[in-house]
């Protein structure tokens, strides 16, 4: 690989991890975010669920870092 192509590649993933992090730590520090709040309602329903029928709690599907 030409090392011009290289280091344009290497910067991209770069850019593209330091927007992953940025991203996950802007959805942990919000405290209106829409998907814990599901996850959250999802995990409290599983748990009355779970003592209701005797059946333990389902896995709920991730959809995003927080």
Do not use: F, K, S
């Not at 009355?48 to 389902?58: D, I, N, S, W």
Request: aromatic content about 2%; charged content about 25%.
């Amino acid at each position: 690989m030409h090392p011009d192509i290289y280091l344009t590649v290497h910067q991209q993933r770069d850019r593209e991890l330091a927007r992953e992090l940025e991203l996950r730590r802007a959805a942990q520090d919000c405290p209106g975010c829409v998907v814990r709040a599901r996850r959250h309602l999802a995990a409290l329903a599983d748990r009355v669920r779970a003592r209701l029928t005797g059946a333990g709690p389902a896995a709920a599907p991730a959809c995003c870092p927080a």
